[in-house]
């Protein structure tokens, strides 16, 4: 992922891959957040 952002010039972009509940406050304030999300335990039906 940060290879992506890196080889299409986003090279100031800070990524924090954790869990969203717990928050990142530490490298706050923020000029905008974008959140991606992953479900893998719904039923195929």
């Known amino acids: ?3 992506n952002l890196d ?3 986003y090279h ?3 990524m ?3 869990d969203g509940a717990e928050g990142a406050a530490e490298h706050g304030p923020y000029d905008r957040i974008i959140v991606t ?3 893998w335990d719904i039923a195929r039906a």
Do not use: K, L, Y
């Open 12 to 14: 100031h972009v800070r």
């Open 37 to 39: 999300v992953g479900a």
């Open 1 to 3: 992922m940060r290879r």
């Open 7 to 9: 080889d299409t010039g």
């Open 16 to 18: 924090i891959i954790r």
